[in-house]
DNA sequence: CTGAAAGCGCTTACAG
DNA sequence: CTGAAAGCGCTTACAG
């Protein structure tokens, strides 16, 4: 119960060992390193004495950083929380300690953390955030080329930043959805999604036109509403919808809300505007946040194999050599009560 | 571009001064350390090689550490989403780093972590789970003591394992909560709750129990019914609910569940068993995670204020003398629409 | 197989 | 005000 940490000359000097045979115990290194009474010398001295190696230490004398970086939007978003919770999870798994900053959706926070980040030395850096394109996007791709120069690895969800990258699924489940919703019978769409500075919105947006597409149906430019991922984008947008219905304008049999939370909004608004979901127009979104499956009606979606991904993550974290790797996965369209064949005319 | 990160000898030689004055700019510990021309040129060279200190070695020259660990049971879980987030914030704000590490409700797990975290040698600890009783918590214990006694801080919310607590207002959430659906003119309830061996489900039964107490009504121990903190526990207690009434059994007119998510398997069992929420029965539920104001009906609950407990956490945390502290925080009765005056009979 | 020693990148008394 | 030097707790060639 001395005021300071127990270090491992303590335990060497417990163990009658010197501090390299002790640092060779403690390091599992090669199997046939140490004289096994000493090696249970020492490892008896450590337990009891409740030893527990220093990273600061560990990893100034070279050995690998035991932590990775993630950096998310904002863990309290769902989408976030899973993520990091896979991450976490599969972090674990190979005695990782995951620290988790939060960007809050703006480039210049993100710079300014990733930066931060680097001193503390991660193995590597996940980037989770959606990512931005263009101008945005500069700095931020240059702190990551710094931390990979610097011997760090990337490894970038769902855009190709630099690094190792994971496709999440973002155009593929798209377009799927866009083939379900198709063979359902609908012909006419409309979009309600984010920022178009995003990539996840991007890649949504064209995912579900492509698939439209390959079932002979357009998605025009002024069919696609960006806002932000927010239920009340969503539920502003079926005000609209509503409004130009009940002026008797022609309205999409289905919408695509590219986040749950728009489409729950969507939903919302909908109903509450007296429009019947799914008899009269249906409801579509992306992400199966908890809530999607327990709503009412309850929502067609897409659902990303997160916990697979955050495992993916960190073996690609855990690479410390070979070339660049990009990843995929497999996007689940899951459809429910939300969507249905659009009634005739 | 060299393979290496930049250290401060790069600057202090880019710059000219010694190694002592570079470290004395960058920290910028007291006004008026170093001549003004001499922290210009430091200044000018570690911006121009994007100089990052190295945490590791900082902390091993005896500054203090710049992370917080914190320890949560699953991240993935929506309270534990919103913890997460409003102390990485609160954290962010002081420069620091927060270090997460999931226990999955399993004392082992929690010991296990707490051990692997002192090895990151955190300024200090957050727990932020519920916190076991009895034995379970004895190991849990010993660990936070040890990291105590090696000079960390521990902030437990919501318990009093060591060091500072944050009474989160479990007990009082649930007392006033009690005040209210006795306000409402309910006399009779149920309450469908967790493991009793969560220091949280203890909290908010005892609460709930004194609140009824003071309105003059008793809740009987085979009131309450324990199980997990899932929407299942409370699809399943519904439906015991609905056969007992059906079976003509005198039935409470109003059941909280401990947890949202168990209010939401109970509307939603009970509203598939033909019961009407809150025509017939009313439902309360604890929490206020995100979904719970959009369901229908909208989940009568109470909210914490968790955002203000990730800020009084991170300011604990960054306490380095004193006395231990209890902050108490003001939970809050959202009465919404799956609660109302019970029906005559 | 084992130990003495150098070195990782910083901070901070201690001299000047 | 500034610099040379010791020291933080480890790991890892380098000798033995």
Partial sequence: MSRAAVRLVDVAEQAGVSLATASRVLNSSRPYGVRADLRARVLEAAEQLGYEPNHHARALAGSASMTIGLVVHDVRDAYFALVAGAVVSAAEE???????????????????????????RPRAIIVAGSGFRGEAAEPILAELKQFEASGGVVVALGTQHAGHSIDVGNHDGARRLAHSLCDLGHREFAVVTGSAAMNTVADRVEGFRQGLSERGVELGESAVHYGEPTRETGRQAAERFAAARAAGAQVPTCVFGTFDLIAAGLVGGLTQAGIVVPDQVSVAGFGDVPPAADMTPALTTVRLPLEDIGRRAVELALLTEGDRQLVTVEPEVLLRQSTAAPRER
Same sequence: chains 1, 2.
């Fill in 94 to 120: 190979h005695g990782l300690f995951v620290t988790i900053v939060n960007t809050y959706r703006d480039p210049e926070q993100e710079t300014k953390y990733l930066r931060l980040l680097r001193a503390q």
